[in-house]
């Protein structure tokens, strides 16, 4: 296990938190292996956090959702957030004109929220629309509004994600979102995505603050820009320094693509790091 210079920056950053933070490691890092497969590898290292990317729609239903309670009754592991495999179809069915698509989405969704009550998960990504879809900012934001309502009736928040290839690849369009919504808009900072995006992820953190409640974290620097934690060498303190300002209190759930890390071992070595910065700290359980 390498503590690198960059490890340890993340970690000065934890202690000038102040407050609570929990690392985590999402089942898409693992893709693609199933879902519910990745979910007990992740359990079975000692992961006690993770998000569950959802590849298809049988892994919302049994046999798959038993497994998923079984391997989080034996392992005590946490599920902070379902990531839906329909991201690729949101720009057709929730941004268009033809109402009944809009309608079917809202009720196929409750399908995830349900799944996500019987885990106890609290967040829900969205990619949203993209670029080439055209969709005026106000229907874009109507859409969500109601999307956002619906999962309220299951105590779930949907957190729009920023992606370089959708429409919340502007920050510019992401402020206007919280601008309009106020408290209703909710977000998901990835910080591989906002490099991607030609964002430094502090900026966006500048500009969004407090509506941020979700992270999807990977490092930055000359190897690439979706490195395993201390890899890169992106300026983790200020990034963090950024989210204290805002009083953060979410998760930093590690998503890594294959090639990033060698091993399921691996992947769990590198969330033991930041875990253990934490916890040395006072910030963990």
Not at 60 to 74: I, Q, W
Not at 105 to 116: A, H, I, S, W
Not at 195 to 203: K, V
């Amino acid at each position: 296990m390498i503590e690198t210079a960059a490890a340890y920056t993340f970690a000065a950053c934890i202690v000038m938190r102040g407050d609570y933070l929990k690392a985590g490691v999402s089942t898409a890092s693992l893709y693609p292996v199933e879902a519910e497969k990745a979910f007990r590898m992740l359990a079975e290292r000692g992961v006690a956090l993770t998000e569950i990317f959802v590849n298809t729609h049988c892994e919302l239903k049994d046999p798959y959702l038993s497994e998923f309670l079984a391997v989080r009754s034996e392992y005590g592991i946490k599920v902070g957030s379902v990531h839906p495999f329909t991201c690729g179809i949101e720009p057709m069915m929730l941004f268009t004109a033809y109402e009944r698509r809009m309608n079917d989405m809202l009720d196929y969704y409750k399908l995830f929220f349900e799944f996500m009550n019987k885990l106890e998960a609290d967040y829900f990504i969205l990619h949203g629309n993209k670029p080439q879809n055209i969709c005026k900012d106000e229907v874009y934001f109507e859409r969500f509004e109601r999307l956002q309502d619906t999962a309220s009736e299951f105590g779930v928040t949907v957190v729009q994600e920023n992606v370089v290839r959708c429409t919340s690849g502007s920050l510019e369009f992401m402020v206007k979102m919280k601008e309009t919504l106020g408290k209703k808009a909710k977000f998901v900072l990835d910080t591989k995505q906002a490099h991607r995006s030609g964002h430094d992820p502090a900026d966006v953190v500048k500009a969004l603050g407090d509506s941020i409640v979700h992270m999807h974290y990977s490092d930055y620097g000359k190897k690439g820009d979706c490195l395993k934690f201390g890899d890169g060498d992106y300026d983790n303190l200020k990034l963090f320094n950024e989210l204290k300002g805002c009083g953060y209190k979410g998760n930093a759930v590690i998503e890594l693509y294959k090639g990033s890390y060698e091993s399921a071992d691996d992947l769990a070595d590198n969330y033991r790091i930041l875990e253990r910065f934490i916890k040395e700290n006072g910030f963990g359980d």
